[in-house]
């Protein structure tokens, strides 16, 4: 089942994400950026600011298995991040479930009519799985926070190619 995060929940989300983005743990998936950045993807206090936060939902299955994140940019604009599925769990369609679990609380909760996100530009692997979920690229790029280790240690010059995508109302 697929809930809302709350602060006793953050020890467990925190493990997901670093064990799905970062380290050697992180290589038995496919989602990893453990080839492009060093040092932590999130920490718990950011975790805690996420679910505190009333513009922001970590939604997670009960099991921790994965989570996401929905943050209200404008009003009729969400952001989808932190999309995180457990390396063992990876390719069995819950990065789907927790995708569609974004969208409708976006619209639901937010009044979204536009989903956006940022992806490591170097990701083509992970791009093109988004664009097969329906979204596209916009044309726009972000920098990436190369001197902020809260994102992680680059090993490489980064940047964020931005995706998005029709939400049905």
Known sequence: MIRMATADDIPALHALVESAFRGDSARGGWTHEADLLDGQRTDRAALAEAIADPDRT????????????????????????????????????????????????????????????TVIAARGELIAWYERQGYVRTGETRPFPMDDPRFGLPRQMLSFMVLERGLPR
Do not use: N, Y
Request: proline content about 3%; glycine content about 10%.
């Open 58 to 117: 970590v939604l997670m299955i009960d099991d921790a298995t994965g989570c996401v994140q929905v943050s209200r940019v404008a009003p009729d604009r969400s952001a989808l991040g932190l999309l995180a599925v457990r390396p063992d769990a990876q390719a069995g369609g819950l990065g789907r479930r927790l995708v569609q679990a974004a969208e409708d609380h976006a619209v639901q909760a937010f009044g979204a009519r536009r989903m956006e996100m």
